[in-house]
């Protein structure tokens, strides 16, 4: 293994004077130097995909179905020489059109700013200082910091390595991680000298000088060649474009008996081939796929608002179908602000207010030496070894020790060991899991250059101690050194034989909100479960602290003891995972997913990838997170807690019974005009409606209101629900119960208004009270369809904003083809009188009402 002269706190051996030209790697780019090269280079990101103008949007409209059957009833017209009638279909059909391309964009706009709330960040070194930066700001010439887990965000050379290897698999399609090397040579630089764009470190850390960036890449250079993967439906686009298809077979099977029904009446040929087309127009529910891409992608900025960035609309669906969410426990559960409380000697329990005065040296060294962290930056255990010590102790202890080599931490070995030359030896110092470090260990510290052999049964009573540590909540890691003459060069020869220091017990504080979050998801019918590398003892403690149902503690040990049948027959049985590799989660969400329920798992790390992206919801942190674990997720927590997982639960619940409600609206009132056209024409009587009244119902209705449902607030008792079924479908028995009871109430509204008013007033007049009946009943009817079990006034009947403006607009615009002449002689209406607008407005309200006693009579299940 290559050793380099790698010093991650301070210089870095060799010289690269022909690439690094002015730039120290102690101290990067200057601010200034910075703002020039950006100007210069650009920002480091690939083309995007170049985007459809809105002319040739607005040209793709006429290639949809609606707008082509309008463009066939315009024609018709024409044909019979109806040329007012004609050019009213054109306006209907353009305006359709102008409202398509309104939706596309809205949907577009909303999915762009959803997008741009993933950010990649890189680390870098500038004006001295480490800083955490956009990736898109990285320019050449920049220091880059890469660790375990980093996607790469440019190309450079390698010019201070531990141990790193990565995955190109992006640029070579091999998917064996490639071990990369210092450059040494400035004449020759080889493939496993560079890092490059696009590819993910798996192990080790680097330091890389930026070479190119954004086109100038490797990768970018290549971008032109890779074709833009198409875009998939979602599974809900998908069953809600299947129902489109059924139910527009059905209802042009309908239209056409129509037809036929009308001319065997003895009615105009051009009459009933106006009608019949419209009411196609008006049946068949053409926007439902648009209006639901829409309402998850302003959902998904509701949820970005909240911290829950969602990278992938199949994502929302799945979210309220949750039964399990597996949660790590550091940072997600507690705050990530670790404070040292306690060290554990042989000789001594040491409070924090002692720790300056009564630390021994050892200890000291140890806690300080084995720490990739500053006060400021880095891991939050770390940060809470070293706080307690002054700045100048920690400058003055690692410029003397000057570390030469490390082994870093990884959740396999759950320990980190550094190798630092002093005085002509080297001092090996490990900090780590209590039972792995003692494992290492065969002589205790017992004070001041006295040190003992280490007994079995002294190892069993320090682990009794750390038991009695956890029992309180307590995170607890041992520290160890050892001193030798030469650095040998297999890691195993280093880690062996070492002195155990004490022990280092550190306090995380739980979110407040986080109890309160646990209760929501039990009453939710979801289980929460704990996942964490921490001792089994301190996990129970904090778990029921936090009020996590009872059940079985199962540890990496007991796992690796059970096959995955064992796992299975006893998962649903465990409320905790222990001392758990990352490696192990996808056995768990594996065994979960066999017994048939939908899990959500967090991850942060490289070795969580496969676990987030095995799980039906992959939850990565925004703080914490590796770039990888984003990448392998659905949905990122920028503030990295688990009531915000919650939260997106219970948003995605919301989201999901918005559509079902709109569809249910959209359903019930087409099937009510497909019905009062079928009954009339079939039973003898005259079409209720005119072709134009059919297509301006159809905008009316169609659009705004069902849009506005989609955005309802929602209802806090959705939480007080256990999950839906896996792959139930989004209309159930219960949903089409309610389709069929409303669809009968309107058009019994309606038809009876049209067969009252017909039997006392003109044709013409009766056309107008009927179209004026449907239209009021179906815009009220949307104010009850904003929940399927609660009263509208409970509710509060105009709390949803959006839904009361687009109705004012919707009756406006009914008003308008009534009561202004022009269009009123377009449309083929008539004013009412007062005595008619009465009894309109009366049988109207009726749908709603029945919509109200239904939700008393039979409540959701």
């Known amino acids: 293994m290559a050793r380099g002269t790698v010093n991650l706190h301070g210089e870095i051996g060799g010289k690269v004077e022909k690439y690094v030209l002015s730039v120290d790697p102690a101290k990067g780019l200057s601010s200034d130097l910075v703002k020039r090269k950006l100007e210069e280079y650009g920002p480091n990101k690939l083309p995007e995909p170049p985007k459809i103008s809105l002319f040739m949007q607005f040209i793709d409209q006429f290639k949809s179905l609606l707008i082509i059957i309008l463009l066939i009833a315009a024609i018709i017209s024409a044909f019979f020489g109806e040329v007012m009638d004609t050019l009213a279909i054109l306006g209907i059909t353009i305006l359709n059109a102008v409202l398509g391309v309104t939706q596309e964009r809205r949907a577009e706009k909303a999915l762009e700013a959803v997008k741009k709330l993933s950010n990649p960040q890189s ?25 375990a887990g980093d996607k790469i965000s440019c190309d450079g050379i390698i010019i201070g390595v531990i141990g790193l290897t990565v995955d190109e698999s992006t640029l070579t399609g091999e998917s064996v991680s490639v071990a990369k090397s210092l450059f040494k040579n400035e004449s020759e630089i080889k493939e496993d000298n560079m890092a490059f764009m696009g590819t993910v470190v798996t192990k080790g850390k680097a330091k890389v000088y930026v070479t190119e960036t954004g086109l100038n890449t490797r990768l970018g250079k290549i971008a032109t060649q890779i074709r833009e993967a198409k875009k998939e439906k979602t599974p809900l686009e998908l069953e809600l474009n299947y129902l489109g298809k059924i139910l527009g077979i059905v209802f042009v099977a309908v239209c056409a008996v129509v037809f036929i029904a009308g001319l065997f009446r003895g009615m105009p040929l051009q009459e009933m081939l106006l009608i019949s087309i419209s009411l196609a127009v008006a049946a068949i529910p053409e926007g439902l796929p648009a209006v639901v891409t829409i309402v998850l992608a302003l959902g998904v900025l509701e949820m970005a608002h909240r911290n829950a960035v969602v990278k992938n609309l199949p994502a929302v669906e799945t979210l309220g179908a949750v039964t399990y969410i597996c949660t790590d426990k550091t940072g997600t559960l507690t705050e990530n602000k670790m404070k040292l409380v ?14 300056q005065s009564s630390l021994p040296d050892e200890v000291k060294r140890t806690m300080i030496l084995c720490n990739d962290a500053t006060k400021e930056m880095g891991d939050p255990t770390e940060i809470a070894l070293i706080d307690w010590a002054d700045d100048r102790d920690i400058g003055e202890l690692r410029h003397k020790y000057q570390r030469l080599y490390e082994i870093p931490f990884t959740s396999e070995s759950k320990r980190m060991t550094t190798a630092h030359h002093f005085g002509g030896k080297y001092l090996i110092v490990t900090k780590g899991a209590s039972e792995i470090i003692l494992g290492l260990c065969d002589r ?21 101690t750390v038991e009695n540590f956890a029992s309180d909540g307590l995170r607890v890691l041992a520290i160890a050194e050892r001193t030798i003459d030469s650095l040998p060069d297999k890691d195993e020869e280093i880690e062996k034989d070492l002195t155990f220091l004490g022990l280092v017990c550190l306090k995380d504080p739980l979110r407040e909100e986080a109890k309160k979050a646990v209760e929501e998801c039990r009453k939710a019918g979801i289980r929460p479960v704990m996942i964490t590398g921490d001792h089994q003892v301190t996990a129970y403690a904090i778990a029921t602290e936090l009020g996590f149902p009872e059940g079985e503690i199962i540890t990496s040990v007991d796992m690796n003891e059970m096959d995955d049948e064992k796992l299975t027959d006893v998962i649903e049985d465990v409320s905790i995972f222990a001392r758990i590799n990352p490696l192990d989660k996808l056995r768990i969400v594996e065994a979960f997913q066999k017994k ?98 059919l297509l301006w119902l159809n905008l009316v209705t169609d659009s705004f209101p069902a849009l506005a449902i989609g955005m309802e607030p929602g209802e806090k008792t959705v939480m007080n629900k256990p999950p839906r079924v896996k792959n139930e479908p989004i209309l159930t028995k219960y949903h089409y119960g309610i389709i069929i009871t409303q669809s009968i109430a309107i058009t019994v509204v309606t038809l009876g208004a049209f067969l009252i008013a017909i039997r006392r007033v003109p044709l013409q007049e009766a056309r107008t009270i009927a179209y004026f009946t449907l239209v009021l009943s179906e815009l ?81 299940d």
């Open 123 to 147: 680390k870098v070194v500038r004006d001295g200082t480490i800083q955490i930066i956009s990736s898109e700001e990285v320019v050449p010439g920049d220091i880059l910091l890469l660790e």
């Open 596 to 693: 048939g329920e939908i899990v959500a798992m967090t991850g942060d790390g490289v070795n969580d990838a496969p676990a987030l992206k095995k799980s039906d919801i992959g939850v990565s942190m925004g703080k914490t997170g590796t770039e990888v674990a984003k990448e392998a997720s659905d949905m990122v927590l920028m503030d990295d807690n688990f009531a915000t997982l919650v939260h997106a639960v219970f948003q995605g619940r919301i989201i999901y019974e918005n559509m079902r409600k709109f569809i249910v609206y959209l359903l019930s009132c087409n099937i009510a005009e497909v019905l009062v056209m079928f009954i009339s024409i079939i039973s003898g009587y005259p079409p209720p409606l005119l072709p134009l009244q």
């Open 444 to 464: 205790e510290f017992i004070g001041k250059n006295v040190v003992e052999p280490i007994t079995e049964v002294r190892k069993k009573e320090i682990l009794k």
């Open 342 to 355: 306690k060290v554990y000697t042989e000789k001594m329990k040491i409070e924090e207010d002692l720790f």
């Open 780 to 860: 009220f009817r949307s104010f009850t369809a904003r929940s399927f079990e609660t009263s509208i006034f409970k509710l509060k009947v105009f709390s949803n904003k959006f839904l009361t403006y687009s109705t004012a607009l919707m009756i406006l615009l009914l008003l308008t083809s009534i009561y202004l002449t022009p269009f009123a002689k377009l449309f083929g209406n008539v004013r009412p009188t007062v005595t008619e607008f009465t009894y309109i407005i009366l049988l109207s309200i009726i749908p709603s009402i029945v919509s109200e006693i239904a939700k008393i009579i039979r409540p959701q």
